[in-house]
């Protein structure tokens, strides 16, 4: 029987359901062909079957850095070594990945960073296996239609939308494992807030002064006092410092950079980003957005190069 390989060469791999139903059958096939200590030998365009990982790390290797060019042969991973690549085999079903929505939040994420790669060459940054992990994981025995990713970012983002303290976080995740003694979920906050990070849902923490004079940033980013009041930086007890350092306050910020480019990275909010300059009103007797107003259209031919217009 011919191995169908075509799927090897899709581009747009997460909207495929034939790229993995493909991957899923070459992992399947490979999976009897691990060493000993469960390695085998990867063939994204990154590692080119240079470097082995353990066989779960293959699937988000592939994925994001794609299946090397020229590889027709699986001699590695359970073809033999003669015969002609055709076509047939399907794979077998994709199972939670095709009715899960973060798997094409991830196929948006890892595009761009592929898109990136493209000029130096695919990266060996594995930060990608702990949501790979995360979604193929089933969230409790026999739910294959949620995985343990997409309850994960829905309950962070019932947090974010109810303020909800770290701590109340904490104590709900205890309730959920101890209710629920099956389920697959991370142990606390600080490991919840770790995987979003890797999904580029992270922000930066900067400190500040008590007293709202400044930043302690950049040039004063190792200071332990303001430089505009002279007040500490740290919190006090008896006008000695603790032995852990705490701030007064802290600014998260949010960097804008990544927030566009993941904005533009998935189709449906890349159109609404662009909609100021492809939805203006054609006629100019209708007023439907601030674009189409006189202001905004002066403003257009003043600076035809600004990216905004």
Avoid at 52 to 80: A, C, D, K, T, V
Avoid at 137 to 142: D, N, Q, R, T
Avoid at 228 to 249: A, D, I
């Amino acid at each position: 029987m011919t191995i169908d390989k075509s799927w090897t060469t899709i581009r747009r791999r997460g909207s495929s359901n034939e790229f993995w139903n493909g991957l899923q059958h070459f992992l399947q096939m490979a999976k009897p062909f691990v060493n000993d200590r469960g390695f085998i030998k990867c063939p994204c365009r990154c590692c080119l079957n240079n470097a082995s990982h353990q066989l779960e790390n293959l699937e988000s290797h592939i994925f994001r850095n794609g299946f090397m060019f020229g590889y027709n042969q699986w001699i590695h991973h359970g073809e033999p070594a003669t015969g002609n690549a055709g076509t047939t085999v399907a794979g077998p079903s994709g199972g939670i990945h095709e009715r899960d929505e973060m798997f094409y939040v991830l196929d948006d994420i890892i595009s761009e960073d592929a898109d990136e790669d493209a000029v130096g060459g695919p990266s060996s940054n594995d930060q990608y296996d702990d949501l790979f992990a995360a979604l193929r994981s089933e969230l409790y025995p026999g739910v294959s239609s949620f995985s343990s990713l997409n309850f994960l970012v829905k309950l962070m983002h019932l947090k974010v939308l109810n303020k909800w303290t770290n701590k109340s976080f904490d104590e709900l995740l205890k309730l959920l494992k101890l209710a629920f003694p099956k389920i697959d979920l991370v142990e606390s906050h600080y490991e919840a807030k770790k995987l979003m990070t890797k999904m580029g849902l992270g922000y930066n923490s900067i400190h500040v002064c008590k007293n709202d004079c400044a930043l302690f940033w950049k040039e004063n980013s190792m200071k332990d006092t303001c430089h505009v009041c002279s007040e500490s930086r740290w919190k006090l007890q008896s006008g000695k410092r603790s032995g852990k350092n705490v701030p007064h306050k802290v600014l998260r910020y949010f960097p804008v950079g990544p927030r566009l480019k993941r904005l533009f990275a998935t189709s449906k909010t890349a159109k609404l980003m662009r909609w100021h300059s492809i939805g203006k009103s054609k006629d100019n007797d209708v007023m439907r957005h601030p674009v189409d107003g006189k202001s905004w259209q002066e403003f257009d031919k003043r600076h035809p190069n600004l990216p905004v217009t």
